[in-house]
Structure formats: structure tokens, C-alpha cells
């Protein structure tokens, strides 16, 4: 299983970034991928996560009402539009993926968790916000 991230960047306070994770090597229909991030000096986060079969989505509060999570199963690739980005969002993001599950109970367990749940990872892309 391979997971590319891709789409950081430097933006100023305000701005807007779209994070993009393609996901291969797996066939599993049921799964969900998640995105974290981790700024210096602090522990891992979940941001916001997303299931394949239901449709679920978990936001962390501290990007709710900016960010918005979206796939395209037909790519195998997971979004995350970021708005309003604030200058607390500067981090390195990761997307991951556990596979074999899916449904509210586990896309909220993804998002409120540190990725320990997590069974594949890509490489980070660094997001920094700042004027």
C-alpha cells in the first residue's frame, strides 16, 4: 500500500490550500483515510478523516467550518480543502489509511485518535500559514 500526499505549501494568513492523498496498492473497497499533522514541539493530530463505503467525516473542532474533506474513489484519492487557514495550522500533514473498516464509529475513532489506529502512511508535505 502506497499513500502519496501532495498540495502544501507556503499562504499567508486567510488563504486557501487543497491537500491531495492517492492511495494504491490495496483492494480492499472498505477503508478510511485520515489526515494528521504534527507541528514542532507538539504531539500528532487528527484533522479530519473519511470512509469509502458511507460516506462518513470527522473534523477535528480546530478546523471546522474551514476545512472540508472530499474522495474520489475512482482516483483512490482523498481531499482536504483548507480555507481560511490561520497561522495554528502550520504543520507537516500526513494522510493514512486502515483498511477493512468504515462507517460514523471508526471515521470518529481515526479523527479523535493520534493515528495509532492507522496501518499505512504517506510522507508528510509541509503547511505553513504566515504573512
Known amino acids: 500500500v502506497q499513500l502519496q500526499a501532495s498540495g502544501g505549501g507556503l499562504v499567508q494568513p486567510g488563504g486557501s490550500l487543497r491537500l491531495s492523498c492517492a492511495a494504491s496498492g490495496f483492494t480492499l473497497d472498505l477503508n478510511v483515510i485520515g489526515w494528521f499533522r504534527q507541528a514542532p514541539g507538539k504531539e500528532r493530530e487528527g484533522v479530519s478523516c473519511?470512509?469509502?463505503?458511507?460516506?462518513?467525516?470527522y473534523y477535528a473542532d480546530s478546523v471546522k467550518g474551514r476545512f472540508t474533506i472530499s474522495r474520489d474513489n475512482a482516483k483512490n484519492t482523498v481531499y482536504l480543502q483548507m480555507n481560511d487557514l490561520k497561522p495554528e495550522d502550520t504543520a507537516v500533514y500526513y494522510c493514512?489509511?486502515?483498511?477493512?473498516?468504515?462507517?460514523?464509529?471508526?471515521?470518529?475513532?481515526?479523527?479523535?485518535?493520534?493515528?495509532?489506529?492507522?496501518?499505512?502512511w504517506g510522507k508528510g508535505t509541509q503547511v505553513t500559514v504566515s504573512s
Open positions: 473519511i470512509d469509502r463505503g458511507y460516506g462518513s467525516t
Open positions: 493514512a489509511i486502515v483498511v477493512g473498516v468504515g462507517g460514523d464509529y471508526y471515521v470518529e475513532r481515526c479523527g479523535r485518535g493520534n493515528g495509532g489506529d492507522m496501518d499505512y
